[in-house]
């Protein structure tokens, strides 16, 4: 089998890993049983609705890969968003990378290699806190984005037109500490938009574990931080929809200050 031939392509490749896999192992509780049995859920809905997503899980890894198209990588974020999302409200925390590479895939042989997991896992081994970054490199003008503006934009109006979260984060104030170092996607927003009363259950994992140690203390509240920015964009957003006498839901409007409220104060 020459794998070689198989690596002449670029795609776009997602490598996602669970924080505090270890311990789940360790202590082999319903958590590491909830871990599995939601990835595995969203790994059957996205093959399901995503076929142009391929995708293979392997102990606290997940790798998704796809054509290198705008359309493609839309949906890589989406599929990437469902599994951070769904493991969230578990109290189970995904970091992870998106970049550009080669990949080939062999489920029969149990394969997976190319440039493009190497690269993938290597960001987000170096990064610090519980999101997917998005490689700067997907950025540049060759691949359609001339800007991080543009970028973000493309990717995020045509999902709030249609009343979908947005894909990527994007917070309203330029020194938001979160925000300028990285670029990366937004499962805070997919949260708030599916059932902003699920806020609750976000709000009540990061009391529980936000003081206890100082080995999980920037973790948490580095998602303290991004909740309250998160919040705060689309409670911006809904004012404006509101100023303009646009449809919105007011339901989740009304709740948008009380929840940020919350999470000021934890």
Known sequence: MDITNHLKEQKYVAFLDVLGFKELVRTKGEKLNRYFKTIENALI???????????????DSTILACDFTSQNLRLL???????????????????????????????????????????????????????????????????????????????????????????????????DSIENEAIFVAFAERIIYENINNLDIIYGNIQNELYNSQITYQKYLWLKQYFISSLTKMSYYYENMRHFRLPYDSKTYGKLDAYKSKFVNL
């Open 77 to 175: 974020l989406r599929a990437v968003q469902t599994i951070q999302s769904r493991c969230a409200l578990e109290n189970i925390w995904i970091r992870g990378a998106i970049t550009i590479g080669d990949i080939y895939f062999n489920r029969d042989l149990n394969i997976v290699v190319g440039n493009g997991l190497s690269d993938a896992y290597l960001l987000e081994s170096q990064e610090k806190f519980p999101r997917v970054i998005i490689d700067p490199k997907i950025l540049k003008a060759e691949y359609g984005f001339g800007t991080r503006k543009r970028f973000i934009e493309t990717f995020n109006n045509a999902q709030e037109r249609d009343r979908i979260a947005p894909l990527i984060h994007d917070s309203l104030g330029q020194n």
């Open 45 to 59: 809905d996205i093959e399901s609705d995503k076929k142009e997503i391929i995708l293979q899980l392997v102990s």
